[in-house]
């Protein structure tokens, strides 16, 4: 069994963020301030694959996604429930009561996320790659 690296990268959606995947040889997000495009953030995870052979074929068999790494953002705020309110982001801050958010995002394109617990997002200087 062989463990890869993957960087997933997000994208502004419509309804939901848009990505793309791509495997890298390590964690660094140093290596990764070159980024996409239009992209707004990037998680590491990793993928165990298998090479099985049956019925005469070779197959690669792949794990679900595991290990994450904390969301590193290029740009944005963290915003808490007071901050939400003061600026008059209604919408979010009646979600953030609704649903117990804490905290949230808000992205250099000004979309907003909660943050989740098991996350600790990490703002790093915005370098758009053209």
Known sequence: MVTKTFVRFFYPGVLFSETSDREVKRRDPNATREFPKGCYAFRFYDIDEETVEAFGRKETIRDKAKNWSNTYYFGGEILDQAEVKRRGMNVAHTNMKCNG??????????????????????????????
Do not use: Y
Not at 109 to 127: A, K, R
């Open 101 to 130: 958010w804490d905290r949230v995002m808000l992205t250099r394109f000004g979309q907003v996320f909660p943050i989740e617990d098991d996350d600790n997002p990490v703002i790093l200087p915005c370098i758009e790659k053209d």
